[in-house]
């Protein structure tokens, strides 16, 4: 029986987490609005997607470090959809979509679906969505309009805009390497260069400088007087869309993404948390799921677990998920009270912050950490993220994974087994020693090589080091030492070979029967 855990009051937790609270609030805030405008989609629907990971996820899931919201990791489906969809209203049908796909996932306990794909797809992924970023926050970092034309970028600049990037980006690539600016809780980076952006731009516009940034190049969020208008803010879905097969296509895309995402950030918040309390991950994809629907229900993009939020709410000295909500609740306030701030900030600050995103996504330092580790690792890595870039996210996973799937298969049938002997067909005395684990996939190569054995030989095979051989392979020597070995006199030696190997969580009596051409 496990021990009863006394219960805190709650205005005992709600002291012990309002600052970390605040911390995640002012980290989260640039963040929602970049990634708005990273994805094409109205700066609200960022902020709005913060609310409802901080509010209705905070209070669902069963993570006391995680704290949710809109993800870079997305930005890339997002805007691809809504450039292809021609509207957002149709897009967050996808975003519907998304959120039952979750619910039924953590319904049918699938939890450990992150489990399953190589750490080299998911990385080649990730380092996709960052060059994708990088990419589509150039135009907006040099104040350039003609974000549709490549060829007019560089002729096409904004001097006031690209010096709030210029000291934006700065600021966060410094503000990082002095432990004592970086140990401010309260001043987060990104924060402190959305600050100096408004800084910038408001005196270049008092002094009447052509510096100043055209209010089209600045954040538009709806100013409401009433509560009539703060509810006309929220932007319905337009239910024509889920006549849309690409409506769908979208909206299982980032389902899954969304999935790994999150599951892979429960992982990291699990061991920030020094309580090292375990989230139940089939009831955060539940919750996950049940905040998608509600965020695409009011207009917000589709959000996942983050890891940025999630670390940043560890290191402010969280202990309980009140943390999330007390955000949450925070970016609510911050809308309705002071939208007239926020319009104030340059598209080209958030941009610096989410190029500094980018670039972590997609660092050269993770490139070269695959080129290190071999070939089988590299090739997924760098496959995944070309095609991420070149086609688009789900199929540059798939053929991620399709590379991977190869080098597994031709991973498995080279080291089934290693032999003793350069040339079979001249060893009168051959040693076979069996690898760690022999599964099916391994008996044609097993099979090759024992039907090769000439007659009047002596073979060992060695299974001490093995501790799984599937029941196909078990019974494929069994055959060749009671038939094959006996009728060509072949003299078998079994060496390490168990009583008993557990297949598939069943315990069956696999054992290799021998007759008298071999010996154990």
């Known amino acids: 029986m496990k021990p009863h855990q006394k219960k805190q009051p709650l205005g005992s937790l709600f002291k012990s987490n309002f600052a970390s609270g605040l911390v995640v609030f002012l980290v989260a805030l640039p963040l929602c609005l970049g990634i708005a405008l990273a994805s094409g989609a109205p700066p609200l629907s960022g902020v709005l997607a913060g609310i409802v990971g901080g509010i209705v996820i905070g209070s669902l899931s069963t993570s006391h470090i995680s704290v949710s919201g809109p993800a870079a990791g997305l930005a890339a489906i997002i805007l691809a959809a809504i450039t292809e969809l021609g509207s957002f209203e149709l897009f967050l049908c996808a975003g519907l979509i998304a959120g ?7 319904f049918i306990r699938a939890g450990s679906l992150a489990e399953y794909i190589p750490v080299s797809v998911i990385e080649g992924m990730l380092a996709g969505i960052g060059v994708i970023i990088i990419m589509k926050q150039i135009p907006f970092a040099l104040g350039s309009s003609s974000l549709a034309d490549p060829a007019a ?4 600049i904004h001097t006031g805009s690209l010096l709030v990037a210029g000291v934006s980006m700065a600021i966060l690539i410094v503000w990082d390497k002095i432990p004592a600016l970086k140990n401010i809780k309260a001043l987060p980076a990104a924060l402190v260069a959305v600050g100096a952006g408004i800084l910038m731009n408001q005196w270049f516009v008092v002094s009447g400088s052509s510096l100043a940034i055209p209010v089209g190049q600045l954040v538009q969020l709806p100013v409401p007087d009433t509560w009539r208008e703060a509810a006309a803010m929220l932007t319905l879905p337009n239910f024509s869309g889920f006549g849309n097969s690409y409506v ?77 909500v007390i955000h949450g609740v925070l970016l609510l306030v911050c809308v309705l009270a002071i939208p007239f701030i926020l319009n104030m900030i340059p598209l080209s600050t958030l941009a610096a912050v989410l190029l500094l995103v980018g670039y972590k996504l997609a660092k050269p330092a993770t490139l070269l950490h695959f080129w290190h580790k071999g070939l089988y690792q590299f090739i997924p890595f760098a496959a995944t993220l070309a095609a991420v870039v070149a086609l688009d996210l789900l199929k540059g996973v798939g053929i991620g994974l399709a590379i991977s799937i190869i080098f ?113």
């Open 100 to 106: 039952a796909i979750q619910l039924l996932l953590g």
């Open 153 to 156: 970028l560089f002729a096409d």
């Open 248 to 324: 769908w296509m979208t909206g299982i895309t980032i389902a899954i993404v969304a999935s790994i995402e999150t599951l892979l950030c429960i992982e990291a918040a699990d061991r920030l948390d020094t309580r090292r309390r375990i989230t139940d991950t089939n009831r955060e994809l539940r919750a996950q799921g049940a905040g998608n629907i509600v965020s695409s229900l009011i207009g917000g993009l589709p959000i996942t677990s983050v890891v940025v939020r999630s670390s940043a709410n560890a290191n402010a000295g969280a202990t309980h998920k009140l943390s999330a």
């Open 408 to 520: 597994i298969l031709q991973g498995n049938m080279k080291r089934a087994y290693y032999l003793s002997r350069e040339e079979l067909a001249e060893a009168d005395e051959i040693s076979l020693e069996l690898a760690e684990e022999v599964s099916f996939l391994n008996k044609a190569a097993i099979k090759k090589t024992l039907k090769n054995i000439r007659p009047g030989s002596k073979v060992t095979i060695n299974a001490e080091r093995s501790s799984y051989i599937a029941g196909d392979v078990l019974e494929l020597i069994e055959d060749f030492a009671n038939v094959f070995a006996k009728e060509n006199d072949i003299d078998v030696v079994l060496k390490g070979f168990k009583s008993d190997y557990d297949h598939e969580g069943r315990d069956h009596h696999s054992h290799v029967r021998v007759g008298h051409s071999a010996s154990i």
